[in-house]
């Protein structure tokens, strides 16, 4: 298979010329935000650092991490290095509690984005020639409008679709003979399912690759959107804080984990409990850095996602390090009786399972002073018409491995085909009613 790079020259780059190209970077970085944001310099100050102490890429743990508090704190435009006449654009995103996060473009933003999204794309090996079918949302979040000038920078064709309407969806894939999908997995299956619904067979389908992110997905929902839909399936990383999708993008040779674009994203994995630097290869939280952006730069911005880092030369010839796939947030982790419980992990299981389908929801409440958590589980089609016994041996079978792969119990509860609500853009896997 022959690699497709959009940039090869930095994309292959030995670490030496990138790690200066990083370095300078980081200082100008550094020298601008201590000019033109308080909340940073104020930071800084507080902890005795100042610009010209940045003198290797190792000082950059001399400052202080950034935390999604710091930017609702400064809500909505606090954190913007520039007026707001150099502002072309702002995202914003929800996330589950309190204000949303807001994030500013410039023209020159922009344009970079674009380039790293088009960057992403070949990555996936799109070309000019490809039909690209963008189901990610359009509006305030980033998938949308990201993807879209990331796709029309490579020269690519096109569909701005959105989420939704997902039979309408199909019928275009069908008649433009979409190539490339880009959405959420959990959408990516509401598409599969709909398919099958309608009668089409994806095999009569032109769709050979999709690029999926926005939320976690375990390697066995890999193989199932892979499956269902005919294509090879690769993970999209990114967050609105650090500048939306193609932060890090699988390479199709692999599909072990996520090239990060170093050239304009420095990360780090830390232990989210003390905040100390872990080694290459350790499990712990992601921090980005960004290097490039205009109008909001962050400095040391705690993801929440867990990941860690590997820095061995990929087989697609890229140097740039690449990122495990996020398989949870340092806070959707459940605890359960005082068990760790990610949801990704009960996806796993499932997953695993012949009988039920990859539709599940996790409902946590407290029972007394018990919690007590349910998986809400679909059964496919051809076994809910199976007898009772079966679906009683399907429902112990799931609660054993469940208690055994992470160690708590659980009620398991088969429910209808299609009765769990369908996602057009990231799928509500947990409800933790203990919080209401
Ligand atoms: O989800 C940006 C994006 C759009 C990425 C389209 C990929 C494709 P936010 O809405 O700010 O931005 O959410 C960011 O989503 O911190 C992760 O927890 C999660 N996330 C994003 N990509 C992945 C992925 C967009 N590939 C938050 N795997 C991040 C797991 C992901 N989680």
Not at 123 to 144: E, I, K, P, Q, S
Request: proline share 4%.
């Amino acid at each position: 298979m022959s690699v497709i790079y959009w940039e090869e020259e930095i994309e292959t780059l030995p670490r030496q010329g990138l790690e200066s190209i990083q370095l300078k970077r980081l200082q100008h970085l550094v020298s601008r935000v201590y000019e033109t944001v308080k909340p940073y310099r104020k930071k800084m100050v507080d902890v005795g650092v100042l610009p010209k102490d940045i003198k290797t890429l190792n000082d950059l743990q001399k400052l202080p991490f950034t935390l999604k508090e710091d930017l609702r704190d400064n809500y909505p435009f606090g954190m913007f290095t520039l007026p707001l006449e150099d502002i072309v654009r702002v995202h914003a995103s929800s996330g589950t509690t309190g204000k949303s996060t807001v994030v500013g473009y410039t023209k020159k933003d922009i344009d970079t984005w674009a380039n790293l999204m088009a960057r992403a794309l070949a990555c996936a090996g799109a070309t000019r020639g490809d039909m690209v079918h963008n189901a990610y949302g359009y509006g305030l979040f980033t998938g949308g409008l990201g993807a879209h000038y990331g796709a029309e920078k490579l020269g690519a064709t096109v569909i701005p679709v959105s989420g939704g309407n997902t039979k309408r969806q199909i019928t275009i894939m069908r008649d433009f003979k979409s190539t490339v999908l880009l959405s959420t997995p959990s959408y990516a299956l509401n598409l599969a399912e709909t398919m099958e619904q309608m009668g089409i067979d994806p095999q009569t389908l032109s769709l050979r690759v999709g690029i999926f992110g926005a939320e976690p997905w375990s390697e066995n929902m890999r193989e199932e959107v892979e499956r269902k839909l005919n294509l090879k399936a690769v993970d999209i990383y990114g967050l609105s804080e650090v500048i939306g999708p193609g932060v890090s993008m699988e390479c199709l040779q692999t599909t072990k984990g996520m090239h990060i674009f170093e050239d304009h994203f420095l990360p780090e994995i830390i232990d989210p409990e003390t905040g100390k630097a872990l080694q290459p290869g350790e499990r712990g939280e992601l921090v980005f850095t960004t290097l490039t952006k205009e109008a909001f730069p962050v400095i040391r911005y705690r993801t929440k996602d867990i990941s860690s880092l590997y820095y061995d030369v990929c087989e697609c010839g890229r140097t740039l390090v690449r990122m495990e796939k996020v398989t949870g947030r340092t806070d959707d982790m459940l605890i359960i009786r005082g068990v760790n419980v990610f949801p990704s992990q009960v996806e796993h299981v499932l997953m695993g399972v012949e009988g039920v389908e990859p539709h599940y929801q996790i409902v946590v409440e407290r029972e007394g002073s018990m919690d007590v958590m349910s998986v809400e589980v679909e059964v496919s089609d051809s076994s809910f018409s199976d007898e009772i016994k079966y679906l009683e041996q399907l429902t112990k079978r799931i609660t054993r491995d469940i208690k055994d792969i992470l160690g708590v119990t659980c009620n398991v509860k088969l429910v209808n085909p299609r009765s769990i609500q369908r996602s057009e853009g990231k799928a509500q896997r947990v409800i933790d009613k203990r919080k209401f």
